[in-house]
């Protein structure tokens, strides 16, 4: 798991005034609107002794602790009341928690888990067709019991679909099956992969441009960061797909969903509940693939996995999270699991560059070594 991305943390219209407990990257956290409207998040675990700050109350702009009533500001998760000192008391300065920025996008609310500055942070990916009348847009929230970056390396990689998506393909069973040469797009936060590929039979709009009962079909899967993906399918000339995907980490072991698909074709609202139907069907085939990979995570050893040329991309998605990893955003799992009935951290903030005395330690972070990715033979 990574920090210093934007995470999906859940729709916009679940966000309101009472406050909403949301677990990402193994940590929690609660999220709420002040009275400007604007959503807030907050570590969820109170620095005075330890409630979930997401089971007490939105007080204005401020999160009121169920527990002795401590006051934590949504802007900049200082405290700003305690109640037991009286009305005069002084706040002790380490009385605060961390508070994260948030952005609203695509009807999600998105929170930067991490602490850059702002200039220095990975934008969230552009969905231009979101907006876009030529095209329709679908949404779909699942959980997978499944680890995010294994999650990632199902979605780029080109040679499972043959086999994963019988719909999709021959199921490899053409004598000249193979994976064709695959192009790599490089793009500002992550690599693509584009293949070419024919499949068999066609229907609806696309049946025109079928040659010999299969056609050609163009796709590229790509990641932006740590855990959005895009998968851009183009049927014919004519019929577009393009899905986009925000997995948050739940914590190591489950991934949250967020799923956009836009299509250019069948625009009216009634085809939706096909499309969703079918995508839920491909989705759940990888689903079942994924929740059975062994080891759970993607082993650390390039001796344990034998690579070849077909998994190209996800070399590449992994050579990307080298270079996070080196500049200490790769969280150290196995630490976080280590004692988790002794120690509550929190995922460190922008704050923490500027001001010392927080009462929880930051998350264990892996060190900032730089591990070579293993080359496809
Ligand atoms: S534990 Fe939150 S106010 Fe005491
Ligand atoms: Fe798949």
Known sequence: MFINFWYAADEARNITDKPVHVKMLGHDFALFRDTA?????????????????????????????????????????VCAKI?????????????????????????????????????????????????????????????????????????????????????????????????????????????????????????GSVKAEVKGGAFQTEAESGHHGATTTYTWIQFSAAAWSRQYTFNTPVDAYHTRKFFFQARNFALDPSGDARMDERTQVVMNQDRVVMERVQPFFVPQSSTEEVIVPADRVIIRYREWQAQWQSKGWLMDVDALAAAPENKATAIPSPARRDAKGWALDAAPMMPRTQKTAQAAE
């Open 37 to 77: 409207g604007q959503v807030r998040c907050v570590s969820n675990t109170c620095v005075h002794r330890g409630a979930s700050l997401a089971h007490g109350k939105v007080k204005g702009d401020a999160i009121e602790c169920p527990y002795h009533g401590w006051q934590f500001r949504g802007a900049d998760g």
């Open 83 to 203: 109640p037991s000192l009286g009305k005069d008391g002084k706040i002790p300065s380490r009385a605060k928690v961390d508070s994260y920025p948030t952005q609203e996008k695509y009807g999600l609310v998105f929170v930067f888990l991490g602490d850059l500055p702002e200039a220095e942070r990975p934008p969230i990916i552009d969905i231009p067709e979101y907006d876009d009348p030529q095209w329709r847009v679908t949404t779909m929230n699942v959980l997978w019991k499944v680890n995010a970056l294994r999650g990632v390396e199902n979605t780029l990689d080109p040679a499972h679909t043959e086999f994963v998506h019988p719909v999709m393909g021959y199921q490899g069973e053409r004598e000249d099956y193979n994976v064709p040469q695959i192009e790599l797009i490089e793009r500002d936060w992550g690599t693509g992969a584009k293949v070419k590929f024919v499949t068999p039979g066609a229907s």
